[in-house]
């Protein structure tokens, strides 16, 4: 999205940066890059930075915890798009604590008339700024855009085939992501003996770890399916891929507390027929269920082996899926269109009118 934003503005466009990036996303191969013309970190020059943040025609301010770098902007009632994942990610029945309906008023439902608008990160976030009060009217589809890259799709689908038929026929299903409670590895473990058990052919790819890691291992050893799942490890993003255009299907379990879920964003471009959990913040924007992928109700085993098993039963259904998948982040969902309804956005911002809301895709009505 910054690149694609630098491409647009040149030297109008900085990205600063407040914190460093998290040991664990750098283990995971994701490399903090300060050669990129448009980053400036904040702790570098605070004196600098901080007039920047109160100078710019619009500042976008989003995965920040600390309001301290925005609040002068905000109460000086200069032009704010925030950038925001759900905030009542294990429940909304946090909504009736005192201190925290004291916290999002200071922070949000007082600008709720101020030139303060939210891209909302997901297709829950809406609902909970809503019941606070905020941003009434001005709250817009938003997400994460990772690279996109473009295929020719059926020569894709048709490579995907080719692995299958010289893996004997099996299936390949893909789960990628960290061994950790709230993105429920284990469901695509007993997705596995679920399948094994009515003796589908299929082989069951899990890329990632973390402290569940014994745990899934030990759960494979228990069920004898050491000959249907792989352990793949850790692996860098541009290997992640690899395994995602090598993979008909991805499946994807994680519960609410999974604000966005870019994985998925790569799994649709990758050309992977998608089965994914519907309290996921991506899923309800990508997928168009039925069409496009397939969404089951989160953290419900059944309805995820049903859905699966459909389509390991249905070739055809399966190629058409994937070809709508890539369809949706080639010409919709990608940080090139997100980065034009963007910038439109903030010319309108400017000129001191209401940004109107696309019909489809990123800036749509949330």
Known sequence: MSNELYRLLGNRYTFIETEPVAQERVDMGWA???ALPYVKR???NPEENRKLIMDSDVVIFGGVDDESYIMPRLEAGKPVLRYSERIYKTGRWKFVSPRGLIKKYHDH????????YLLCAGAYVAG??????AYPHKKYKWGYFPETKEYDIEKLIEHKRKLTAQNDGKTSILWAGRFIDWKHPEMAIRLAEYLKSLDYRFKLTMVGGGEMDSELRQLVQEKNLQDVVEFAGYQKPE????????SEIFVFTSDRQEGWGAVLNEAMNSGCACVAGNRIGAAPYLIQDGLNGLLFRSK????????????INDDYKRRIMSKQ?????????NSSEAAIALTDMCEDIIEKKKPEFKTEGPGGKA
């Open 109 to 116: 439902t007082r600008f709720r008339k101020a030139p303060v």
């Open 42 to 44: 904040f702790a570098d």
């Open 32 to 34: 903090p890059d300060m």
């Open 239 to 246: 290997q992640v891929r690899k395994y995602m255009e090598d």
């Open 300 to 311: 419900s085993q059944k309805q995820l082996n049903a859905k699966v098993e459909n389509l």
């Open 325 to 333: 998948a890539y369809e949706m982040i080639l010409f919709q969902w």
């Open 128 to 133: 909970d700024y809503r019941v606070i009060h």
